[in-house]
């Protein structure tokens, strides 16, 4: 055997009821190599690493580290064999500095001395180049320095296998190759490094080895440098496709809003939009970049009437036929009864855009249901809507009835999005619409919000991928921290410029 | 080589037992766990009696069902105590199913009892007998609403925490009856005795000869009209938004604050009519029993019924059927009454014992690898 192994395992399966997450998956990972494994959501990548990491116990199958059969029932077995995960959901304590959160729940003794720990989280982030300081707070860092912090946590341990799921997800792009940096430092030093990744242009930037998954099942391993994007593509989908966005230049588009100097608290108090102003435009769509958390979120909901509005700020409506409509303060059901149709799909599609616990019918119910003035629900008209939608779209469902929480992510969200779209919008607003989505539902997304452009909808599109925004969108407004950075002409910026713009403020970059 | 990676380990063990999740389960499975479960309960049951009391289990049950069901009297009885315990329990569904905690029940039929009964003894023979019923009705329903509005404003207003709120709510409309039992308490006996026993004023006319026929009408009307309020009605829709995501129901132009309200009144005023049916109809008096925690068994019964009216009124005749079963036998073979308690303990162990066997599988070691996967 290979002397550089560090795991291996033989027929891992894992179901969840009655959906097979892995099935008899069997693969190595390396010591000094990064290994990068490739699918599209929902192929049981994470869950095959979350046993690894001991958050799921398998069904069954065997794993073996260094060469030797063991059973990992627990995040500290597996920490005991020198193995740790970096989740994409950080599991850390806000109110804790850096070097408290290191040594949470590390056994042993009942004392600890602080100085030693941040004696020893310097040499590990001199080690490898992280920029850490293990005295600081963590409701002070950005979600790049938390991310930092969890790793030199897992490092901390004594960790020699690192699973990274999805690191990439929340950072910019100058982030991510800071990251890309350190994840090389530590490979040569001779650590297994796992990438959990469906982005194809991380995978063949940095690994050496790519590990495919779909559906569950192990694909085959390729060797980095004879992989391209278009074999990865494949083996990930299981058929060709084709990756091109049609992007029609837009036709006369009339002005439908008008956005000035717009404020909004949060519900922490804390100033999440401060003072934006910028117009959207029927027949064209609309970009909003930003590094997660920069006042997207309140933005969308700010328009639909779901956040308070701080004085000064205005949301002005020009309908259709001409005539202008204030609508700063005006409720969802005020909106709604205005007759002006907008639709808005949010980021959280279980917990505010759809009821997970209802099936499509109830769910195209949601915003119809008060129609007419019998006290009782018209059934029948929503259950039409839902037919067609699944028609239509080709949602996957066992039934009308069927919780949509029973759904995969990729119906679930053509269930909302085919709500919206059935409700004919004037103004069609979506937050990481294809988050979740696999490439191909992906892309059914983008036409049909290039045909909702087509008919002169305005559509609003947030997202996260930048090479897509630059690709669909026709102007880009970056937000930064909450601030207006910059409307750009998605046709000639570069990925570059929308990059630095979300981190650094222009206005501030002049000034000094 | 790579010596330095070779760390020695505890080789760990694989555990005994693991739960798995169940992502979904076929209703008719599901039943068949819920009956298994309760069949495991009744034989518990059994080896219990033979092993404390040496008797016979089989003339045990018999025993119970007659005490249920032995005679048309029994029958009637049985019918009222579920007629009144579901009352209580078809009240606190649409709070339940908004996730708001009520757990003010055991006060809300309080005050609808007390406001009935002191009805009773002013107006009495001072106004005709079907308007005085009426009255009370009406007077029992609001003042109920009252107490549930009280914590929905609060909770609406200023989040502050229902479970607390109702629950003391509780205590003060304990106090409230003890108070004016105190007052009306003419013999110094402690109680109220029977009101109105000559004149039989606020007392619910018979219907068939059967005392508590329009009870258990009146409660099957309002069984009913839940299911479909809940079911079908724009109100019921938004109760299941709400409960399920206040974020959902923000986006979808639902009030959060006043589904919270009117959801409430309509609970606690359904709780206040239960007070003045107890009053009216059952026990025409008033005192601190009147309510004899039936306002947390019916959370019991909401629960397991998941608020859904038809399965509630099953919970509620099994549960009745335990409870006269158990009295029945403690007379007929001499137990303490305290026996009849530990079995419908048992059994309603067994009957949530299903719901975790719903939810969850268990895998034994050295299962794994064998099974197939389907």
Partial sequence: MDDRSAVRMENVSKRFGSIIANDHVSMNINYGEILSVLGENGSGKTTLMNMLAGIYYPDEGYFYVNGKEVTIKSPHDAYKLGIGMIHQHFKLIDVFTAAENIILGIEGSRTYDLKEVNKRVREIAEQYGFDIDPEQKVYDMSVAQKQTLEIVKILYRGANI???????????????????KILRAMRADGKAIVLITHKLNEVLELSDRVTIMRKGQYITTIPTPVATEQILTEAMVGEKVTLDIDRPMPVNPVKRLEIRNLTVYNDEQFKALDNVSFDVYGGEILGIAGISGSGQKELLEAIAGLQRIEEGGSITYYDPDGNVRELTGVSVRDIRNLGIHLSFVPEDRLGMGLVASMGMTENM?????????SPFVNRSASEKVADEVQKELDVVTPS???????LSGGNVQKVLVGREIAAEPIILMTAYAVRGLDINKSYTIYNLLTEQKKKGVAVIYVGEDLDVLLALADRILVLCGGKENGVLDARSVTKEEVGRRMTNLVSEEKAS | MRNKYEKPHDHVKEPLIHLIRRMDIQPSRAWMIRIVCVLIGLLVCALFIMSITSLNPISVYASMFSGAFGTSRRIWQTLKDMAVLLCIAIGL??????????????GQVLIGGLVSAALMI??????????????????????GAIWGLIPAYFKARYKTNETLFTLMMNYVALQLVEFFVDIWDKKQSHSVGIINGDTQAGWMPSLFNQQFAPLVIIVAVLTIGMYFYLKHSKQGFEITVVGESENTARYAGISVGKVILRTMAISAAICGLAGFLE?????????????????FTAIIVAWLGKFNPPAMTLITGVLSFLSRGANQIASDFNFNTYAGSILTGIILFFILASDFFINYKLVFRGKKGKEKVS
């Fill in chain 1, 162 to 180: 690192l699973i990274l799921d999805e690191p990439t997800a929340v950072l910019t792009p100058q982030e991510t190759s800071r990251l890309f």
């Fill in chain 1, 365 to 373: 119910m949601l915003k119809e249901y008060d129609r007419g003035r």
């Fill in chain 1, 400 to 406: 009308l009835d069927t919780p949509v929480r029973k």
């Fill in chain 2, 93 to 106: 569904a649409p709070a339940f199913k908004l996730r708001f905690w009520n757990v003010g029940a055991e």
């Fill in chain 2, 122 to 143: 002013n107006l009495g023979n001072k106004i005709p007998n079907a308007l005085l019923l009426i009255l009370m009705a009406v007077c029992a329903m609001v003042c």
């Fill in chain 2, 279 to 295: 009053v009216s109809c059952v026990s025409h008096t008033i005192s601190s029993l009147t309510a004899g925690g039936r306002g």
